[in-house]
């Protein structure tokens, strides 16, 4: 599978469909395998490029601090060594706060945003779920970790009926290949992400999705993405959680296509 330098590190990526450029970035807790079927759907459509961030995967995991900035500065190389001029960026997580770094720091790189269930700045509820989470990896190990994961990740009725997906999911998460400080690491970039003051200087198109009971990464925290990005769209999927994008998945990958549709429209009008 194909890797490329990029600054200090050696990025593992994967390239799927054709068409414009997707670039899809993952959150804290997997690498690029634990949104397959998102980005299967994408890849009807779009060309997406999907790749393990720095410390998890297939990637170059070094033992040093790492920040959102980090990690986007590692997004815009990966897309320069691929030629990708532009491109929507789409961002679950941690993986939202990524693409907010990008589009602040290299807006004529984005062509529009999506973030789904991600923040700002983490409220006090989930600081503590990340901390707690933190916790029990560098006491329990990555495995142990994903089932605390997983509980913060789903509704209990989805939890209780989704029995196969679940614990698929708890071994790809539990999976990530990756060494303790990376995570680590990468735990402490998102408690200390905060783009608060920043995100308001954003111009491109913002799709912000979030579940409603979502105790991680809370609705008030998408809430406030949309308000402080102008002209951000915010659509908050009922009875669901963290993972929202499983719970709700024909639905909410219909939603983010017909946004991307009528970004290209208007773009082109």
């Given at each position: 599978m194909p890797k490329v330098q990029v600054k200090d590190i050696e990025m593992y990526y994967e390239v799927h469909g054709k068409g414009t450029p997707l670039v899809h970035i993952g959150g804290l807790a997997g690498d690029a395998r634990a949104w397959a079927r998102q980005i299967e759907r994408l890849s009807r459509h779009y060309q997406v490029v999907c790749f393990d961030n720095r410390g998890t995967g297939r990637t170059s995991c070094p033992d040093i601090p790492y920040s959102t900035r980090m990690f986007a500065e590692d997004t815009v190389g990966l897309?320069?060594?691929?030629?990708?001029?532009?491109?929507?960026?789409?961002?679950?997580?941690?993986?939202?706060?990524?693409?907010?770094?990008?589009?602040?720091n290299r807006p004529e790189r984005v062509l529009s945003l999506v973030i789904n269930g991600s923040f700002a700045k983490f409220d006090r509820f989930g600081a503590r779920v990340t901390e707690n989470i933190m916790n029990v990896?560098?006491?329990?190990?990555?495995?142990?970790?994903?089932?605390?994961?997983?509980?913060?990740?789903?509704?209990?009725?989805?939890?209780?009926?989704?029995?196969?997906?679940?614990?698929?999911?708890?071994?790809?998460l539990g999976d990530a290949q990756r060494p303790a400080h990376a995570f680590i690491h990468s735990a402490l970039a998102i408690l200390e992400h905060d783009s608060r003051a920043r995100i308001g200087g954003i111009s491109a198109p913002t799709l912000v999705n979030c579940g409603d009971t979502d105790p991680w990464c809370s609705p008030r925290c998408s809430e406030e993405i949309a308000r402080l990005i102008p002209g951000a769209r915010l659509k908050l999927y009922p009875n669901s959680s963290h993972f929202f994008l499983n719970e709700h998945f024909d639905e909410v990958m219909a939603d983010i296509l017909a946004f991307l549709r009528a970004v290209e429209m208007s773009a082109a009008a």
């Open positions: 897309m320069d060594a691929l030629g990708i001029q532009r491109a929507h960026l789409y961002g679950i997580s941690m993986g939202g706060c990524i693409v907010q770094e990008v589009a602040i990896y560098k006491s329990q190990g990555a495995a142990e970790a994903a089932r605390h994961m997983t509980i913060a990740c789903y509704t209990p009725s989805y939890f209780n009926s989704h029995k196969d997906e679940i614990d698929a999911k708890e071994k790809a």
